[in-house]
């Protein structure tokens, strides 16, 4: 058997390709950049570099169907915001071999983070009290009168790509000026959301028409930025609030395939917040398969057509750790400066705690990946301790669907061909 994984160079990718080397198949990468760690896995047969997701989604989406077309692929597999444009071509590619997802419009409309405010209303969901503002006029206005913290963040993102926590409402103004100027968007003014003090807690979904079938629901230990965003450690919970937004989201969408859901959990009451919607699969699959819900297995069996059953429950208080990443949880909050010298080392005592924890990453039976990764992150060490370190990995790997839709016209017609 065979397989085409698109995107892969994230910790989701690599599991992903190992998942599905263990169950058989020959994996193809496609990616956008020659830093892929994921592609020195001995679970890659082969590896191609298509042009930028992010840049030339054209380009990228002829590369994938060229090589759809060229080889017998028995699933195809994308990865993070790969999946969003391709499943534009949907049609084409389930010419070629098998893909589930679903329609380009259903996964813009769950990812947008203003059309949130609608659909999580209609399936009785709660999310922070939010404000579109129609022009930087009403932004502004609307900001000078505001007295409590809040979040700014684009109305379309991924992993807090481009979200500012503003706690100070005197600056308020200043900083959502900063972001509009910084990522051009002039045209699709950013968000302005309560913010919610508290911890993340996310969910992972594979659903069929509706219903879910696999479900891992974790809170996050550590954050990279600290002040939210990727976990970098993280724990399986029960929460029965955040299963129960899940299965009324998902059947809203009667969903099929992956989608994965963060929330704020309040600090005082313990409340759930619904603040993204990720319909992809993340990270949080890592952990699940650790405790005990393999939602790749499930889903290449969906692939084939077969009737999937329920999968067992997730065992709860399973941890896993993305140690790179926690390295940098842990630099960050050495080199802040408005932490006391007690508060660092207090964040140093907990940081190099021994718990029992699974890795993202590193594996004994596969270690060049890691290698890789580890030479790459020493010779980008300084861009990566910037404001924008983390732009360093998901430069291509975002979907951005405003240059997609220039020249559609033109590039669709001779890509579905």
């Known amino acids: 058997m065979k397989a085409l994984v698109t995107l892969a160079s994230t910790p989701t990718g690599l599991f992903i390709i190992r998942r599905l080397h263990q169950l058989g198949y020959k994996v193809t990468v496609i990616d956008s950049h020659s830093r892929s760690f994921e592609s020195y896995s001995n679970g890659v047969s082969k590896r191609i570099i298509a042009p930028s997701l992010r840049y030339d989604p054209h380009g990228f989406a002829k590369t994938v169907i060229s090589e759809l077309k060229q080889e017998q692929y028995d699933l195809y597999f994308p990865v993070l915001e ?14 070629y071999t098998k893909m589930v997802t679903m329609s380009f419009e259903d996964i813009t409309l769950a990812h947008n983070k203003d059309a949130m405010r609608a659909y999580a209303e209609q399936a009785n969901v709660r999310i922070p009290k939010t404000y579109a503002p129609d022009s930087l006029k009403d932004a502004f206005r609307f900001l000078e009168e505001s ?8 109305a379309v993102g991924c992993n807090a790509h481009g979200q500012k926590i503003v ?5 308020a103004v200043w900083e959502y000026g900063q972001l509009v100027k910084e990522y051009g968007l002039e045209g699709r003014l950013p968000l302005i959301q309560q913010y919610i003090k508290g911890t993340l807690v996310s969910t992972v979904n594979l659903a069929v028409k509706g219903e879910v079938k696999g479900e891992v629901v974790f809170r996050a230990l550590r954050t990279v930025p600290t002040s939210g965003g990727t976990s970098s450690y993280r724990e399986t919970i029960t929460s029965p609030e955040a299963e129960l937004f899940d299965a009324r989201l998902i059947k809203h969408f009667n969903w099929t395939g992956f989608i994965s859901f963060d929330y704020m959990e309040e600090e005082t009451t313990g409340k759930l917040y619904l603040i993204d919607c990720n319909p992809r699969i993340a990270p949080g699959a890592i952990l699940g398969f650790y405790a005990g819900v393999d939602v790749v297995s499930a889903f290449t069996e969906l692939a084939q057509g077969k009737e999937i059953a329920a999968l067992p429950r997730q065992q709860d208080g399973v941890r896993c750790k993305l140690n790179f990443l926690d ?3 842990l630099l960050y909050n050495l080199i802040d400066k408005n932490l006391t010298a007690k508060e660092k080392f207090a964040c140093f005592k ?7 924890s699974y890795r993202d990453i590193g594996s004994i039976h596969d270690m060049l990946p890691s290698f890789a990764l580890w030479a ?6 300084r861009k990566l301790l910037g404001s924008d370190g983390g732009e360093i990995f998901l430069e291509h790997s975002l979907f951005d669907e405003e240059t997609f839709q220039k020249g559609l016209a033109e590039s669709a017609t001779t890509t579905i061909l």
């Open 167 to 171: 706690l100070d409402p005197k600056k």
């Open 376 to 381: 790459f992150l020493l010779r980008n060490v």
């Open 350 to 356: 907990t940081w190099s705690k021994r718990e029992k």
């Open 147 to 154: 007295d409590t913290p809040m979040v700014i963040k684009p």
């Open 327 to 329: 390295l940098g949880w």
């Open 82 to 95: 790969c999946g969003f444009l391709m499943a534009y071509y949907k049609d084409t590619i389930q010419r």
